[in-house]
């Protein structure tokens, strides 16, 4: 399969953990990004890489938020400390420069 | 910062009626993407109008680009129960940078 991959699936954690969702884009693409979305939302941008480059974090993401894609290649989204309100769709997309975006299948985070 | 609406928020119509979704972005745009998602799915590129005043047509779905580039219209003449789901646009900004995505339009089709 050549299509973007998530793991895990789904991930249900106490308040106060921290948590890593992993993303393997499309080989031949060069961004990469994260979004969130709830339930009747769209997805709202968190991050979005260029390569290996960090280029844009969202301004509402606070500072337990950091995504890394080392090699420019998979890339990390970890949370630290989670909250309840953290409870959504994380997903990942990837895409060349002016492309579409090819999204992965999603990681579902419950914080209890 | 960017930002990009969409009306309405739901429609419900008959199996056999047409829909509109509007989508607007309060910046210029280098171009704009449609994406449909099915309830429990996730977002699915449909379509890319880049060039201005651009209109595209998928069998019964058609896609228009504004002269100015800031706003996106998704027509779908004779709706079907296949069409059921979320549709989404999303614009690229100008300096290629991050795609943003509209609160997307809901639509029922009732058989």
């Known amino acids: 399969d050549t299509g973007v991959s998530q793991d895990p699936r789904h991930k249900i954690t106490k308040r106060g953990q921290n948590v890593t969702f992993r993303c393997d884009p499309i080989?031949?693409?060069?961004?990469l990004y994260w979004y969130r979305q709830t339930l009747g939302q769209g997805p709202e941008f968190l991050t979005y890489?260029?390569?290996?480059?960090?280029?844009?974090k969202s301004r509402l993401l606070s500072d337990r938020f950091s995504a890394e894609r080392p090699k420019g290649s998979f890339s990390t989204l970890e949370i630290q400390r989670t909250e309840q309100g953290d409870s959504a769709m994380y997903l990942c997309?990837?895409?060349?420069?002016?492309?579409?975006?090819?999204f992965g299948q999603g990681t579902r985070l419950t914080v209890v | 910062g960017q930002q990009v609406m969409q009306i309405p928020q739901y429609q419900h119509v008959q199996e056999g009626e047409d829909f509109t979704t509007y989508c607007n972005s309060s910046?210029?745009?280098?171009?704009i993407q449609w994406y449909k998602q099915r309830p429990g799915g996730h977002p699915v590129f449909l379509i890319q109008?880049?060039?201005?005043?651009e209109v595209k047509k998928q069998k019964r779905l058609t896609f228009q680009f504004g002269e100015a580039k800031k706003n996106s219209s998704l027509h779908i003449t004779a709706t079907q129960t296949t069409d059921v789901g979320t549709y989404f646009c999303?614009?690229?900004?100008?300096?290629?940078?991050?795609?943003?995505f509209g609160p997307g339009t809901s639509l029922s089709v009732i058989p």
């Open positions: 997309a990837s895409s060349r420069r002016q492309g579409e975006a090819f």
């Open positions: 080989s031949e693409h060069n961004r």
């Open positions: 890489f260029q390569n290996e480059a960090q280029l844009e």
């Open positions: 910046t210029t745009l280098s171009n």
């Open positions: 109008l880049v060039k201005s005043g």
């Open positions: 999303a614009g690229l900004g100008t300096s290629y940078d991050k795609v943003i």
